[in-house]
């Protein structure tokens, strides 16, 4: 996990002015809602949630997921996150890297201020570097070396026990 924030971040400034420009070219969608703002999901394959606050932070929409709207966030306080956010310019700022409390990945936020309302973005990192060619995902053959760890740890554990039997 340490291993893809250190990318990240030594490949920050790229990837924070793609998301920026990316999102200030479809600004429109902002003003069209829910079903427009699912769009994003086509131009962004790294983009995880969205979610729109009012000018108190105060979650006004439902979490919108790929493939799923959760609406048991609206109405909550979400002034906490502007700590954690560094200004871009004046309408956009973006979080340090951290580890998703719904995904266990690691992501940055991107805010953007679009009239009297805040839209958050949360990205996947691992597949923006991906998708940046910084990082190679084997998802098979990392599933293939985790089981036959797995079976190899078994089998001490097994061999174990029978030597302590005896």
């Known amino acids: 996990m340490q291993e893809v924030i250190t990318l990240y971040n030594q490949n920050r400034l790229e990837i924070e002015k793609l998301l920026i420009e990316t999102i200030r070219n479809n600004g429109q969608m902002m003003q069209s809602g829910e079903a427009e703002i699912k769009r994003?999901?086509?131009i962004f394959p790294s983009l995880e949630l969205i979610y729109?606050?009012?000018q108190s932070y105060n979650q006004t929409s439902p979490n919108i997921k790929?493939?799923?709207v959760d609406e048991s966030s609206i109405g909550k306080d979400r002034t906490y996150l502007i700590s954690k956010l560094e200004a871009r310019d004046e309408n956009v700022a973006i979080s340090t890297p951290?580890?998703?409390s719904a995904t266990g990945e690691p992501c940055v936020t991107l805010m953007y201020s679009c009239g009297d309302q805040y839209f958050f973005?949360?990205?996947n990192i691992t597949i923006l570097l991906t998708l940046f060619?910084?990082?190679e995902r084997h998802t098979?053959?990392?599933?293939v070396t985790k089981y036959y760890y797995l079976a190899i740890g078994v089998?001490?554990?097994?061999r174990f026990q029978v030597i302590s039997a005896i």
């Not at 098979?140 to 599933?143: D, G």
């Not at 089998?155 to 097994?158: A, E």
């Open 155 to 158: 089998s001490l554990m097994s």
């Open 133 to 135: 060619g910084v990082l």
């Open 52 to 54: 729109i606050a009012d």
């Open 98 to 100: 951290y580890i998703s």
């Open 40 to 42: 994003l999901y086509s």
């Open 121 to 123: 973005f949360d990205f």
């Open 66 to 68: 790929r493939n799923s």
């Open 140 to 143: 098979i053959f990392n599933r």
